[in-house]
């Protein structure tokens, strides 16, 4: 495929250049971390995102990895760090500008949010003089997303929701869609573009974005973890900024049509009958919602055949809280959740491999 500056990549690359992020100039072959200072909080003390960017020997396209938008999304956050520790600046070519931490204020007060309730992934293109969330988003796109030629944007599901490795992009645009497939999650989402987030003002300027989903806030995931970090590498050898190695190909994504949220039909305990990446079908029971005696209890059941890619954790529901996020396909539902059962194997392996290595680099 063609990068963003117009050449094919090939196995001879020339010598790469140096990159700027805000102010701060990296050298070929070299990598720097950055802080990038995006607002003051009352205290006068400085709120600043930390940065690290790797500059290749060798020229190639700029990726830029960020996660923890949401404060309390920890797993990306993990992932960037095992993604540094994999990364030779000397044999890499083009760039690679790592932000585990976006919204700093929410990860120091383990919240999604912001300090005004602001969801940052809804405040893109920001304000210079704006609020906090306005300035950081404003100043992050700014100083650091459009020096970048893609974006890969790691989430997790919201506090008490864990969500099955998945990929959303706007799959309309070409390179997007070559990109997220590259990934190799076994679900692919054709998600709309929101107002105000990270993926739409990147596409408004030709910057294609894919958006990570995998595990729980406010916790480590290890299989949605390794998904990540294994995704990225992908990623960057597919753009030529890895070796090709010779592994065993990734599966091969199902895109899903839709999805929907089944929620729940009156306040009590839940008792899930599901789990992640399960095919339900129609009329299948999902959930038991019951009160704390268990005199009144209602069934919650699938409105549709599909596969569960979401589910609450917290077993205390209010009625129309969604806890069961089901998937729906074009494919025969057997065959995405034998893909779903195949990629949780091969990531499970790939995860046991690396902590084995890292219990003897320790």
């Known amino acids: 495929m063609r990068n963003r ?23 070929p072959g070299q990598r720097a971390v950055i802080d990038l200072e995006v607002a003051q909080l009352y205290t006068h003390t400085p709120l600043s995102i930390p940065i690290e960017v790797i500059n290749g020997a060798k020229e190639g396209p700029v990726l830029l990895v960020n996660a923890a938008i949401h404060g309390d999304e920890l797993n990306g956050v993990e992932a960037v760090r095992q993604l540094l520790g994999r990364i030779d600046e000397s044999r890499l070519k083009g760039t690679v500008v ?4 976006v919204n700093v204020f929410g990860l120091i007060h383990k919240s999604r949010y912001l ?40 989430h997790t599901g919201a506090i008490h929701r864990s969500n099955l490795p998945q990929i959303r992009a706007n799959l309309s645009n070409e390179t997007t869609s070559e990109i997220a497939h590259a990934f190799g999650t076994p679900i692919i989402i054709d998600a709309v573009l929101r107002d105000g987030s990270l993926r739409a003002i990147a596409e408004e300027h030709s910057i294609p974005v ?35 190695t010779r592994k065993k190909s990734p599966i091969t994504p199902v895109i899903a049509r839709s999805t929907s949220w089944v929620r729940a039909e009156q306040n009590g305990i839940l008792r899930s009958q599901v ?29 549709r055949e599909g596969i569960v890619i979401g589910i609450q954790t917290l077993p205390l529901v209010n009625e129309g809280d969604a806890i069961v996020h089901i998937a729906f396909f074009y494919a025969e539902n057997r065959l995405v959740q034998e893909t779903v059962e195949t990629y949780i194997d091969e990531v499970m392996e790939q995860a046991g491999e690396e902590l084995v290595m890292s219990s003897m680099l320790g």
């Open 275 to 303: 789990t992640l990446g399960d095919r339900v079908d129609k009329g299948q029971v999902l959930a038991f919602i019951s009160d704390p005696l268990g005199r009144s209890e209602v069934e919650v059941k699938a409105p």
């Open 115 to 154: 300090p005004d309730r602001r969801d940052l992934n809804r405040c893109f293109p920001g304000s210079e003089r704006g609020s906090i969330a306005g300035r950081l988003a404003y100043q992050f796109f700014n100083q650091v997303v459009k020096h970048c030629n893609y974006v890969i944007d790691l």
């Open 5 to 27: 500056r117009g050449r094919e990549h090939v196995a001879r690359a020339k010598p790469n250049q140096s990159i700027t992020i805000s102010g701060v100039s990296v050298a």
């Open 210 to 244: 894919i958006t990570y989903e995998g595990g729980e806030a406010l916790r480590f995931d290890p299989i949605p973890i390794a998904a990540a970090v294994e995704g990225v590498m992908r990623v960057m050898r597919l753009l030529g900024m890895l070796r090709k």
């Open 98 to 101: 790592a932000v585990p931490v």
